[in-house]
């Protein structure tokens, strides 16, 4: 289960197994929040996710293997027994949980910024720095994303 895939296909993956059948559902971080799955009564935590990081000196985005957060293990966990009695069960030893970070990171801290650039170029600011962000994005990547867009040509001097 994943977040491209269309709505047909979701609903199969989440409707309930026939009487009498198990039924597993692979899914990734989008089956941490974004959805309930009914009769759910064990999770397989990996303790591992993909995120994207954008690497500002080559202007790619890459996927990183990382382990969970606390949060998102916690989550996970959360998804088993919500609409009858069940269990996670995590693969690692448990006391890795404790060296877990508490939170995953803002995804502005390791984003490509060159959109929300643009869009606050095209809303009037020239100086995103000086915006309250609730998590600031580091001033590298924003000098670097206004550094692409005037290569492009997309900002106006």
Same mark, same amino acid.
């Given at each position: 289960?994943?977040?491209?895939?269309?709505?047909?296909?979701?609903?199969?993956?989440?409707?309930?197994?026939?009487?009498?059948?198990?039924?597993?559902?692979?899914?990734?971080?989008?089956?941490?929040?974004?959805?309930?799955?009914?009769?759910?009564?064990?999770?397989?935590?990996?303790?591992?996710?993909?995120? &994207?990081?954008?690497? #500002?000196?080559?202007?790619?985005?890459?996927?990183? +293997?990382? !382990?969970?957060? $606390?949060?998102?293990?916690? =989550?996970?966990?959360?998804?088993?027994?919500?609409?009858?009695?069940?269990?996670?069960?995590?693969?690692?030893?448990?006391?890795?949980?404790?060296?877990?970070?508490?939170?995953?990171?803002?995804?502005?801290?390791?984003?490509?910024?060159?959109?929300?650039?643009?869009?606050?170029?095209?809303?009037?600011?020239?100086? &995103?720095?000086?915006? #309250?962000?609730?998590?600031?994005?580091?001033?590298? +990547?924003? !000098?670097?994303? $206004?550094?692409?867009?005037? =290569?492009?040509?997309?900002?106006?001097?």
């Amino acid at each position: 289960l994943y977040g491209n895939l269309s709505q047909k296909e979701q609903d199969a993956a989440i409707r309930p197994a026939s009487q009498g059948t198990r039924k597993i559902v692979l899914a990734t971080s989008i089956a941490e929040t974004s959805i309930t799955i009914d009769g759910v009564r064990i999770v397989i935590d990996s303790g591992l996710q993909r995120l &994207p990081v954008f690497e #500002a000196s080559t202007g790619i985005t890459r996927l990183e +293997t990382v !382990r969970v957060s $606390r949060a998102s293990a916690d =989550q996970r966990a959360g998804r088993a027994g919500r609409t009858e009695p069940g269990i996670a069960i995590r693969l690692w030893h448990q006391g890795q949980t404790a060296a877990l970070p508490a939170f995953t990171p803002p995804q502005i801290l390791s984003s490509d910024l060159s959109g929300l650039v643009l869009d606050l170029a095209h809303w009037g600011v020239q100086d &995103p720095a000086s915006l #309250a962000f609730v998590d600031q994005p580091p001033e590298t +990547t924003l !000098r670097e994303a $206004r550094v692409l867009l005037g =290569q492009l040509g997309a900002l106006d001097k």
